[in-house]
């Protein structure tokens, strides 16, 4: 599915919906540029599974994990993270296979669940974005 996006607040809503059918043990996929919206998308995911915590980026700790939400949300950021050897060195792959939502902007691993989602956001200029969710 693709959506067209003309502010933050658009994303969040988008991600919101989205919100609305996981289940738990899924793992969404955030594509896109620095500055795309990939934490703005995260923010509307955990708004949209009741969670009251501002969503920061995970950059330096790698991960933050929500929760106060429907289901429990471990938001990745692996910018920082030199080879998918140091994941599993970190141990993080365990938090791919919980019951809860594992997002992740700039993936480094190579395997995963099959329950995978992937979101693409392309930037448009000025604020427009176009979100594909497939
Ligand atoms: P990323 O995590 O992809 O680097 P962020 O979500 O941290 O990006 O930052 C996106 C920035 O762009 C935010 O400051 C946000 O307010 C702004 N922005 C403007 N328009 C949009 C839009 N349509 N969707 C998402 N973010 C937008
Ligand atoms: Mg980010």
Not at 92 to 97: I, P
Not at 113 to 133: A, D, F, Q, S
Request: with cysteine; proline share 2%.
């Amino acid at each position: 599915m693709k959506y067209y996006s003309k502010n933050a607040r658009d994303t969040q809503n988008i991600a919101k919906n989205l919100a609305k059918t996981l289940s738990g043990g899924e793992v969404i996929l955030l594509n896109g540029d620095l500055g795309a919206g990939k934490t703005t998308f995260t923010k509307g995911l955990v708004k949209g599974l009741g969670g009251k915590k501002t969503v920061v980026s995970p950059t330096f700790t790698i991960m933050h994990s929500y929760d106060d939400t429907r289901i429990p949300v471990y938001h990745f950021d692996m910018y920082r993270i030199a080879d998918e050897d140091e994941l599993y060195e970190l141990g993080l792959e365990e938090y791919l296979y919980e019951n809860g939502v594992a997002v992740i902007e700039w993936n480094k691993f190579s395997r995963l669940p099959e329950k995978t989602v992937t979101v693409n956001i392309v930037l448009k200029g000025g604020n427009e974005r176009e979100i594909e969710i497939c």
